[in-house]
DNA sequence: CCCTGATTCGC
DNA sequence: GCGAATCAGG
């Protein structure tokens, strides 16, 4: 596919309005994100890096997270509060790790699981993190498992990387398996 | 690792 | 002009 009038036109529309290339390459079709990126180079569009880079980081809404997150109240002897705000402010990633050291137990080895299944159950609701994703940010490899009211300003996606192949995080997948199989019966 | 844009350079 | 490969950074 080549550069018409149009498409180029389309190219220009999201490029301004902060889409990435590689979603403008999904949109337009038929051309890599290296493709969009040289033409708008070519087109002498404006480096929108800064722009662009801000709306790729997560909004900080952290505060939310953390205070609302039951983490503290569930498993206090765990990670002490100051701990966790603090790494939740500074970056997003790290404090997934972080709290996905207690989170990750749930789906790890499977001689362990059950051990640990046990704790967790006890412990009520607490579910791994979530990245947070707004619907734009999903891809093939991110756990599509919808979080809050759809209808809420607050709703989103869980993001956590979902293992090869399936739309959920190996947690959710089991959560909506465990579905199925309920709603069979 | 996954993703972002930036640059280079053969076609 | 085009875009894959590669680079640099988060």
Known sequence: MGWTDDRVE???????EGHSAS???ERLGGVSRNAVIGKVHRLKLESRVKSADAAAA????????VSAT???????????????AAQAISQSRPVARTL??????????PDEEEHVATAT??????VPMTRKLSLVQLTERTCKWPIGDPLSPDFHFCGDHSGDGSPYC????????QA????RR
């Open 100 to 109: 996905g050291a207690t989170a990750l137990k749930v789906e790890l080895h």
């Open 121 to 126: 159950q006890t412990s009520a609701e607490v």
């Open 170 to 177: 190996s947690y959710h997948a089991k959560l909506a398996f």
């Open 58 to 65: 997560q909004p900080i809404i952290v505060q939310e997270t």
């Open 23 to 25: 979603q403008i390459a």
């Open 10 to 16: 389309l190219l220009r529309q999201l490029w301004s």
């Open 180 to 183: 199925v199989e309920r709603r």
């Open 70 to 84: 039951p983490v503290t109240a569930v498993a206090p002897r765990v990670i002490a509060p100051k701990v966790v």
